[in-house]
């Protein structure tokens, strides 16, 4: 079975400071991971992911995250945030190889950018 | 290209009623997946579908729900009769699965919300 688990339903951050977003993960089998963002009232986007290749990995708009396999976790961090930046953020889990799998989501973490 | 199509973006609809829920994944895709988001729930799986074929339903509430491909580029999700409870945003997504180059990777549709009176 894999899971993931995104500490902190909510954060808060003012323009310009570091964000911080936090997901630990379980699976069985080595995972890929990813991060997608929803802005409101609209789909999921993809933000960035692992695949077994680096483990700093970069994304859209300044995002990055990586992989620490002795942690099982994969932290989204930014900079510096800009008020664009607030949505919400899923991480999420699927495990690797096969024709038939499904990706595991987070309960997702509410990205606040204060001015 | 364009994305995965969602209709109808908005349902507003009575206890009791049917429910008929559209997607049109990306052409070239063969898998696609059907999520529900709530509040209290955050994103549930319902059903995926690998070639038209459906793969795994164990995410279907229960027998009001049902869900069909009946091609590579659409499907329908359907909830007869519906229930206040049902009230949700419900997510289509697709995706290129083949052997080495899947990772799991899934295009997301802009959603259908759905309010059961």
């Known amino acids: 079975a894999q899971s993931v688990t995104q500490l902190g339903s909510h954060v808060s951050v003012s323009e310009g400071a570091l964000v911080l977003l936090r997901c630990n993960y379980s699976?069985?089998?080595?995972?890929?991971l990813f991060w997608y963002v929803q802005y409101p009232n609209q789909g999921l986007q993809l933000l960035l992911k692992?695949?077994?290749?680096?483990?700093l990995v970069k994304g859209i708009n300044g995002f990055e995250a990586e992989f620490k396999k002795s942690e099982t976790s994969f932290h989204l961090t930014k900079p510096s945030a800009h008020m664009s930046d607030a949505a919400e953020y899923f991480c999420a889990v699927s495990t690797s190889g096969g024709s038939n799998y499904k990706l595991t989501f987070g309960k997702g973490t509410l990205l606040t950018v204060n001015p | 290209d364009a994305g995965v199509i969602q209709s109808p973006r908005h349902e507003v609809t009575e206890m009791g009623q049917e429910v008929t829920l559209r997607c049109k994944p990306i052409s070239g895709h063969n898998s696609l997946f059907w999520y529900r988001q709530t509040m209290m729930r955050g994103l549930e799986l319902l059903i995926y579908f690998n070639n038209n074929v459906p793969i795994d339903d164990s995410g279907m509430p229960e027998d009001r729900f049902s869900a069909k491909m009946p091609n590579a580029s659409f499907s329908t999700l359907k909830i007869q009769p519906s229930e206040p409870r049902d009230s949700a945003v419900y997510f289509c997504?697709?995706?290129?699965?083949?052997?080495?180059?899947?990772?799991?990777?899934?295009?997301f549709g802009e959603g259908s919300r759905l309010t059961v009176l």
């Open positions: 699976s069985s089998v080595p995972p890929y």
């Open positions: 997504a697709s995706s290129f699965s083949s052997g080495r180059a899947n990772t799991g990777e899934l295009f």
């Open positions: 692992y695949t077994s290749a680096a483990t």
